[in-house]
């Protein structure tokens, strides 16, 4: 049997990517609202995750999570 992957299992894995995502790739796969991504993004942050937000060249924020070595 499989487990369902969790909202936040899913925002977890799109920031993984070396490509980061964008607050509406976010909102495509998880069907939040924008808002409700950044403050899960927030929450993560307090969990200590480190989340880093840039820019993709054409003024689009990209957030990626941070690996610690």
């Not at 925002?11 to 950044?38: E, F, M, N, Y």
């Not at 937000?53 to 924020?61: E, H, L, V």
Request: hydrophobic share 40%; aromatic share 2%; net charge positive.
């Amino acid at each position: 049997m499989t487990a369902i992957p969790t909202k936040k299992s899913t925002l977890l894995k799109l920031i993984s990517r070396p490509k980061g995502a964008t607050i509406d790739a976010l909102v495509k796969a998880i069907g939040w609202q924008p808002h409700s991504i950044r403050a899960a993004l927030s929450g993560l942050r307090k969990d200590g995750h480190g989340i880093e937000r840039s820019n993709d060249g054409k003024g689009i924020a990209v957030y990626r999570l941070v690996r610690e070595d």
